[in-house]
């Protein structure tokens, strides 16, 4: 889920006061700045989910060379470059490596503002109404942003500014430097190998936008809601470099938890399980012609409809590695 981060930051960076964050592999939205609450409260029980440890897989099918699954983390810190070994030796091996997305974008700053703004006859206010939009402008302003244009944003934007549930420690998203996904992709391109977008530049975008409108009113009026409420606060580095993927997952549900019912299951599926579904597909044909290296947001491994246990589900023998 690398563009749509990098993309909603980069557009909203300039009026804002602080560096937005969303972690998915990590897939719940966070704001490094201060909380309304002191009260934290503790990690939830590890997801009981198939392939909730690891951050490296190696595919095999009869016939086809060995492929590679790798978890990413979207972020500048140094220590996510240091890959494991078994990943190292997996990227020199590969001839292909394949990404959620592509460094090259193709899709115009003009054609982009329709992700990120309603249509020209409607306004927040109007789509929120007037109670739950005086709630969540009166918050907003008060403890982060003045925002030109903020009438003009879908709500999904002002929810992944305000929504998060978790205080994510030492995280790093550096101007000017490349998240992991970028380093990998340039190191690829560099080296010769093809690299393969999973997703173009609007699928990616239209993730979060193409949210219904009415769940996405929904969601920003569940985070006003939960707002004050006690947070989590989460190592979440510690995590990924660990492959703690059960603790990520059951966090993510606890995301999830926050919103109605159906909007949660229609919402993870939609940037998660469907994405999943998606990538898989996108991925069996790369597989056939040679050994690939497929790095994505690490939480898109575990769980049933994780990466890994549809490629199972398609004949694959997936291994651990480290």
Known sequence: ???????TARRLAAPVAAVLLLVVGGCGPTLPTVWPSDQLQPLPEPADVSFGEGRIWQIDLPGQEPSYLFGTIHVTNPEVFDLPEAAETAFDKARFAAFETGLEEDISEEEKTPYFELAEDATLQGVLGEESY?????????????IKRLDRLQPWVVWFMIGGREISAGLRREKGKPILDDWLQSRALEEGKEVIPLETTREHLNVFAGIPLEDQVSMLNSAVDNFDKPRTKV???????????????ALWERQLEQMDPEVARRFHDRIMDGRNRTMVESLLPVFEKGSTFVAVGALHMPGERGMLSLLEQRGYT?????
């Open 1 to 7: 889920m690398g563009l749509w981060r990098r993309e």
């Open 134 to 146: 005086r709630r969540m402008k009166a918050l907003f302003l008060f403890r982060y942003y003045r």
């Open 235 to 249: 190592e979440r580095l510690e995590l990924y470099l660990k492959g703690d993927l059960a603790q990520r997952y």
């Open 318 to 322: 997936v291994t651990r590695l480290e």
